[in-house]
């Protein structure tokens, strides 16, 4: 009889935790939408308590949400001070840019030296996924589809550490380029050169060209570093709001 309860107890368990992890993808994916289409500011206070009583959820999957965003550099952690989204300082954005342009060159290198065919499979799937996302001329899609890719990459070097920090840089400026995209949505035209070049990059990691990939990736990327560092330039404070959360 015991044997019986220790099971029902242990299937118990199981289906609250998969409910509970069911509960913090859901807060963290509508979290995350808000803070990449800025409709939560950069330092906005997020009060655990009061995202889930929005949301209609407990707080356990809501600190997950956030300890998860926090991973992502979407949201930062303070020690009795709560969290908050992460700050996007314009004055900063060479500087990361700068840093992300020396890690990309070391990831695609690395990626044409180390990968796999399961990383030539992804590769060619993330590309033909941008390009359906570039059909829509949806910034979000774009953005997001264009960030897959460039993971796919990262994960393709062999080195987990460096691919993290890559992928988590590239989370950083995602919302900056959703900014810049507001801006001039003039830039969607020019997604059928970006489809090319990863082609050319994939092409060149899949024949092992070092060299070959560590320059496309950075004429790749040159495009965007300089239309970024143009837009932080020509930025004025009443050209867009940003909203706190209420």
Known sequence: MQGKRAGKSAKVAVLDEGARQSSGQKVYSLLREQILNLELAPNAELDEVQISREFGFSRTPTREALIRLAAEGLVTLAPNRGARVASLDLDQVPQVLEALELYERATTRWAALRRQPHHLALLER????????????????????NWAFHDAINQACGNRFLANDCSKMLRGVMRLSLLAFRQNSAQLASYGDVIEQHREMIEAIRAGDAELAERLVYAHSDEFRERMKAFVAGVATHDFS?????
């Open 242 to 246: 940003l909203v706190a959360r209420a």
């Open 126 to 145: 993330r590309n033909e996924e941008f390009a359906v996302a570039a059909a829509t001329g949806e910034p979000r899609v774009i953005v997001e589809a």
